[in-house]
């Protein structure tokens, strides 16, 4: 009983970060682009940082960074992923910023497949033929784009997925807890950031400015809006395992997919409709295939 108690609990806490991720992401950040995609990267990465330090201390893990901190790989794995992950929230940050949600909804979507033969290759993990269907589907559909019209290739989705793709095989390589890992990778992050806040600052274009707390505050809440969705879906994972989750993942791109469509009026040409429709085929079959194994 305890055990599905637990099932059920991971469900809802994977859904709940997927539609974080997938609506109330989506929003939010659109709705603070009005300040330019490069200050809104600089406040996700520095008020997540700043809430990192503040729930490693409550949390008690300052041993537990030390420790991680002493190992040398460990750390220079750290920093190619920290690079990875800047780099995904850069892109994703841009794409929304300049009406793109659908294109990087694409990203999503192929992400967890392209993460099916990473483990492929890299772990040597056990590639179904069905999931081996599903790469081949992907990566015809991505040529596919190249051959019936370059301008309708969506380069941001690509990047977001192979960023996220590459970011989560280095964290499996590396094997440190979520939020500590965050932490650390955003510390290597932080000196540019701060220098960059200070350029902006410096040539009065900034819309951050303690004149407007309210403004301030609304800023601030990109640390909260990147943290909490991450240790719900992380959380699930733990409760309920990578099949189920992987499956409830896809809350995320349907959400910006329909957001990006319906509410914020995103251009989708013919080219990319083929091409998703590819997509959700390689999708269907992909979940049809966790289902009956899982």
């Not at 790469?135 to 941001?156: M, N, T």
């Not at 995103?266 to 966790?290: G, M, R, T």
Request: proline residues 3%.
């Amino acid at each position: 009983m305890a055990k599905n108690n637990n099932f059920n609990k991971g469900i809802f806490l994977t859904a709940a970060g997927s539609f974080w991720w997938g609506l109330i992401g989506v929003i939010y950040f659109k709705y603070i682009s009005f300040a330019g995609h490069v200050e809104v990267v600089i406040h996700r990465s520095l008020w997540t940082t700043v809430m990192l330090i503040i729930t490693s201390i409550l949390l008690s893990k300052i041993n537990k960074i030390k420790i991680v901190i002493k190992n040398k790989q460990t750390i220079f794995t750290l920093f190619f992923s920290g690079i990875l992950i800047f780099t995904n929230w850069a892109v994703w940050i841009y794409a929304v910023s300049t009406d793109r949600v659908i294109d990087a909804s694409f990203g999503y979507f192929i992400m967890p497949i392209i993460s099916i033969f990473l483990g492929f290759f890299f772990f040597k993990e056990t590639l179904s033929s069905k999931g081996k269907l599903s790469v081949i589907i992907v990566i015809f559909s991505i040529l596919l784009l190249f051959f019936l019209d370059l301008k309708s290739i969506p380069w941001v989705g690509l990047i977001v997925a192979f960023s996220w793709s590459f970011y989560n095989l280095l964290r499996k390589k590396v094997g440190v807890e979520t939020d500590i890992g965050l932490l650390i990778e955003s510390l290597f992050i932080l000196p540019v950031i701060l220098i960059s806040f200070y350029f902006i600052i410096q040539n009065n274009v900034n819309d951050f400015d303690i004149s407007n707390p309210k403004l301030m505050f609304v800023f601030m809440l990109a640390g909260p809006m990147t943290v909490i969705p991450l240790y719900l879906y992380v959380r699930g994972v733990e409760l309920c395992g990578l099949g189920p989750t992987g499956m409830i993942f896809y809350i995320t791109p349907t959400l910006q997919f329909l957001l990006g469509y319906f509410l914020y009026n995103e251009p989708l040409n013919i080219e990319k409709l083929i091409s998703f429709i590819f997509i959700w085929i390689a999708v269907f079959i992909y979940l049809k295939d966790l289902y009956e194994n899982n």
